[in-house]
């Protein structure tokens, strides 16, 4: 079975544009959730799809959005990008239940300059 | 406001020693607690999970203890080898269909020869 993947695995943008990043789960997971890690702040959970529906959102301003497909694929953007928004995009899927395990993904390394 | 403190931020010990990594958290109302250990540049991956009635879950040589009452956790690893250098994340999750991850900024351990 394959596990969470997560694309492109390394990105460099300059501040003021906007990046897209696309997390495809495990097959069968409709549970998608995005997280930020930086060195400062560990992880920080920014939302939560299941069945294309948001059901869950952090403190993140709205220049963070996302969607999730009829697939359960999903898509991270961030618009007018800020220095301080370099950070490793960790994206994890799940089964439905509440102790059912996340399984991440290896992370997008995005650089902001 | 949920919050999950770890201790200590970093941990250096000699290969074969055993170690003990703290977590405290403050979530309520509590579902289930997680450790995870996240290589450098790479996804976290589970190590237990503990809801709460369990007391002790063992994987291996890492063994988690859980005391709701104090809402303290523990990870002890025995025998200590060179991979389990990586930060060690302690996670708790909160009950609800809109439950969410209070994820710890982690532990740093290093193990040397």
Same mark, same amino acid.
């Given at each position: 079975?394959?596990? =969470? ?10 501040r ?15 549970s =998608? ?8 702040q ?35 953007? =961030? ?33 902001? =300059? | 406001?949920?919050q *999950? ?5 970093? @941990? ?8 003990? @990594?703290?977590?405290?958290?403050? *979530? ?23 809801t ?17 009452? &104090? ?10 080898? @060179?991979?389990d ?6 996670? *708790?999750?909160? &009950? ?8 710890g ?5 290093q193990?040397?020869?």
């Amino acid at each position: 079975k394959a596990g =969470v993947t997560q694309t492109p695995r390394y990105l460099i943008k300059t501040r003021g544009q906007q990046v897209t990043l696309s997390c495809s789960p495990i097959s069968g997971h409709r549970s =998608v959730s995005w997280y930020q890690q930086t060195p400062g702040q560990g992880l920080q959970f920014l939302f939560e799809y299941f069945s294309e529906t948001q059901r869950n959102k952090g403190n993140f301003p709205g220049r963070f959005s996302g969607r999730q497909f009829s697939n359960s694929r999903s898509e991270m953007n =961030v618009s007018t990008l800020e220095l301080g928004d370099s950070a490793l995009y960790l994206c994890a899927s799940r089964s439905q239940g509440e102790n059912t395990e996340a399984f991440f993904g290896q992370g997008t390394r995005l650089t902001v =300059v | 406001k949920n919050q *999950v403190e770890q201790s200590p931020q970093s @941990l250096i010990i000699l290969e074969g020693k055993n170690c003990t @990594l703290q977590c405290n958290y403050t *979530v309520s109302p509590f579902s289930n607690l997680r450790w995870y250990k996240q290589d450098t540049g790479r996804g976290p991956v589970s190590l237990t999970i503990m809801t709460f009635s369990e007391n002790t879950k063992s994987n291996g040589r890492y063994t988690a203890t859980l005391d709701a009452d &104090t809402k303290q956790s523990s990870l002890h690893i025995t025998a200590s080898q @060179l991979s389990d250098s990586a930060s060690y994340i302690c996670v *708790v999750r909160d &009950t609800g269909t809109a439950s969410k991850l209070t994820f710890g900024t982690g532990t740093r351990l290093q193990v040397t020869l």
